[in-house]
T-cell receptor, first 115, second 115 residues
Framework: DTEVTQTPKHLVMGMTNKKSLKCEQH?????MYWYKQKAKKPPELMFV???????INESVPSRFSPECPNSSLLNLHLHALQPEDSALYLC??????????????FGDGTRLSIL | SQQGEEDPQALSIQEGENATMNCSYK?????LQWYRQNSGRGLVHLIL?????REKHSGRLRVTLDTSKKSSSLLITASRAADTASYFC???????????????FGQGTTLQVKP
């Protein structure tokens, strides 16, 4: 069992739908991340939140909208997605260390399919 | 952009044999991390080696780091069928937004351990 919980595990949506992915951690981590992973590829960073504030946006299209309501929760709101957005979406969290980049703890992801 | 290159891309060995995976990177790093990903699951952190360390051990894992060659290797000794997974190296740079480490992942090595 992972300590980062993502829901739903699977999501199928049409290009006109609006849906949200959710991520929760109770490890007291103050950094949270969204990654996109295509089959047989490494994860690609999308967003980083530090102390509930967006600190990194890797030029992600506006149809992806992240939200960090509190230190334990991270959402990714989806709207008007394209078929190429079908992928595994991974959430991760980490401590905020001084000088040393800390290991990240990943959830098992949401498998997203866009029809 | 992905800065890590891993080789081999795929590795197939018999149970009990050792597996070695290599990772090369391009820029200065704060640390280098190795992760494992089982099929359909999230990534699991295996080991972190800091830029001032040369070798680190954790159970059956041994990681080396050569900053002059910008390369690292992961050795899994006495492999088991349960070690079958994809393995990614990830580098944490010396720059970036405070301490929210942006990890850049290598392309990964797919390891198959045959019983």
């Amino acid at each position: 069992d992972t300590e980062v919980t993502q829901t739903p595990k699977h999501l199928v949506m049409g290009m006109t739908n609006k849906k949200s992915l959710k991520c929760e951690q109770h490890m007291g981590h103050r950094a949270m991340y969204w990654y996109k992973q295509k089959a047989k590829k490494p994860p690609e960073l999308m967003f980083v939140y530090s102390y509930e504030k967006l600190s990194i946006n890797e030029s992600v299209p506006s149809r992806f909208s992240p939200e960090c309501p509190n230190s334990s929760l991270l959402n990714l709101h989806l709207h008007a997605l394209q078929p190429e957005d079908s992928a595994l979406y991974l959430c991760a969290s980490s401590q905020l260390g001084q000088g040393v980049r800390q290991p990240q703890h990943f959830g098992d992801g949401t498998r997203l399919s866009i029809l | 952009s992905q800065q890590g290159e891993e080789d081999p891309q795929a590795l197939s060995i018999q149970e009990g044999e050792n597996a070695t995976m290599n990772c090369s990177y391009k820029t200065s790093i704060n640390n280098l991390q190795w992760y494992r990903q089982n099929s359909g699951r999230g990534l699991v952190h295996l080991i972190l080696i800091r830029s001032n360390e040369r070798e680190k051990h954790s159970g059956r894992l041994r990681v080396t780091l050569d900053t002059s060659k910008k390369s690292s290797s992961l050795l899994i000794t006495a492999s088991r069928a349960a070690d079958t997974a994809s393995y990614f190296c990830a580098t944490a740079g010396t720059h970036g937004s405070g301490n929210t480490g942006k990890l850049i992942f290598g392309q990964g090595t797919t390891l198959q351990v045959k019983p």
